[in-house]
């Protein structure tokens, strides 16, 4: 034991010399980056609101979905939204050009949702996704500057790839993230908070599984009590309000949803789970489906492991994050914003405790991560990014490890 505590140390020692990624080019990079990314708007919005080339859309395509739902949802009933018809309508209402494909964006989101997204049904839809996009963003930064306490580092969090994706898809995951990263930072001293944003966050409830069991084993009672109780009023006030028939509608939505991924006629490609990436190579069910629940098991030992005994918080915190993404079979590109939280965390910690060997590259490779189903075509039939979060996965646990048998050492 005291041959590898030992060992660690050397290669801590060893990488927290000098290296390549200094602050200077990680800031370098960072604005490069932000360069890159206001031209590729920029370009963007000239050909589709200018040029208005055809087929070509303005960013945050998939807001209108969100929008189109809110819309129904107020001069139909609460259940309308679930009728793909009626929503196809209003969609097409709103973005004609959506005539082009034979497709429509269901709406899949639990009746308690609807709450958050009434409001913008009484905007335009023009201004509605200006708000919607420009607010998720500014909530997101925000929330990753109270999360990230190494100052150097803010400018590449805030230049993470994720935000683009979704800027670019037009999806909710910068406001479920936000409020994520704000629980989490705020767990310890106002638990009550952290549990009502956890509350919301089960709004998208794959993303939420892994968080009870976190709660429960660091025995959070307060915050687990204001996460119940949050989803419970919700739910008790979605169906004193909208009545029964939209959760039966949500639920017939849902195993279509499930049927399109096990069938393989969903975006599988941009599926960064460990399902869809079994499936891309064997076909089947049953292989995807027991690999896929190996490593979820093994997540979930992760989440055990982390929360059940002290640790550094960042540490416990990314690992409940990765975790959290590698659990459900279904998952979007857009949701790997959520990676951002845990690659602040990991990079937090590893500034201020010494770096591994190979861990700013790894750190790396996961912030270039979002990007990969939008600079590869769907014909590769392969799907890198279940890895990718194994990686960070064993990262934070390896982390935990080291951390415990220091202090067990230094007790000693």
């Given amino acids: 034991m005291a041959t590898l505590q030992a060992a660690a140390r050397r290669i801590r020692d060893d990488a927290s010399r000098s290296h390549w990624l200094d602050a200077s080019r990680l800031r370098l990079y960072s604005c490069v ?4 990314y ?17 087929g070509v859309f303005a960013p945050g395509g998939d807001f209108v979905v969100f929008w189109s739902t809110a819309k129904l949802a107020l001069s139909s009933g609460a259940a309308a939204p679930y009728d793909l018809g009626a929503l196809r309508h209003v969609e097409l209402s709103a973005v004609p050009g959506l005539a082009i494909g034979d497709g429509v964006l269901p709406w899949l989101y639990p009746p308690m949702s ?16 200006f708000v919607f996009l420009v607010g998720g963003v500014a909530w997101f930064a925000w929330a990753l500057c109270r999360t990230l306490s190494w100052r150097d580092a803010r400018l590449a969090a805030v230049a993470f790839p994720g935000i683009v994706v979704v800027l670019a898809t037009g999806q909710n995951s910068l406001w479920l993230a936000g409020c994520a990263g704000l629980a989490l930072t705020c767990l310890r001293s106002r638990p009550l908070l952290a549990g009502v944003l956890l509350g919301v966050v089960a709004m998208k409830p794959q993303l939420a599984l892994m968080v009870p069991v976190a709660l429960l084993c660091a025995r959070a009672w307060r915050a687990l009590g204001a996460m119940v109780f949050t989803t419970l009023v919700l739910t008790v006030a979605s169906l004193l309000v909208f009545g029964s028939e939209p959760f039966a509608a949500f639920l017939r939505n849902a195993a279509m949803a499930r049927e399109s991924v096990e069938q393989g006629s969903a975006l599988m490609a941009r599926m960064p789970t460990v399902f869809a990436s079994i499936k891309l190579i064997s076909g089947g ?13 093994a997540a979930l030992a992760s989440v055990v492991y982390a929360w059940s005994r002290p640790c550094s918080f960042a540490l416990r915190a990314a690992v409940l994050v990765v975790a959290g ?7 979007y590109d857009y949701d790997l914003v959520f990676l951002g939280l ?3 965390w990991l990079g937090a910690h590893g500034h201020r405790a010494g770096w591994l060997r190979g861990e700013r590259e790894l750190l790396v490779l996961l912030w270039l991560m979002p990007l990969w189903s939008h600079v590869t075509g769907p014909e590769i039939g392969f799907q890198p990014l279940p890895l990718g979060l194994m990686l960070a996965l064993a990262l934070g646990v390896w982390r935990i490890r080291l951390e415990r048998m220091d202090k067990a050492s230094f007790n000693a």
Avoid: D, Q
Avoid at 33 to 36: K, Q
Avoid at 38 to 54: D, M, N, Q, S, T
């Fill in 285 to 297: 069910l049953l292989l995807p489906y027991a690999i896929h629940g190996l490593v979820a098991a």
């Fill in 38 to 54: 206001a031209l590729y708007f920029g370009i963007w919005l000239f050909r589709a609101c200018v040029l208005k080339v055809p």
């Fill in 33 to 36: 980056a932000l360069a890159c």
């Fill in 114 to 129: 609807l709450w958050f997204v009434l409001p913008f049904g009484l905007l335009p839809y023009g201004l509605a996704t």
């Fill in 342 to 344: 845990a690659i602040a």
């Fill in 325 to 331: 993404l590698l659990v459900p079979a279904y998952l």
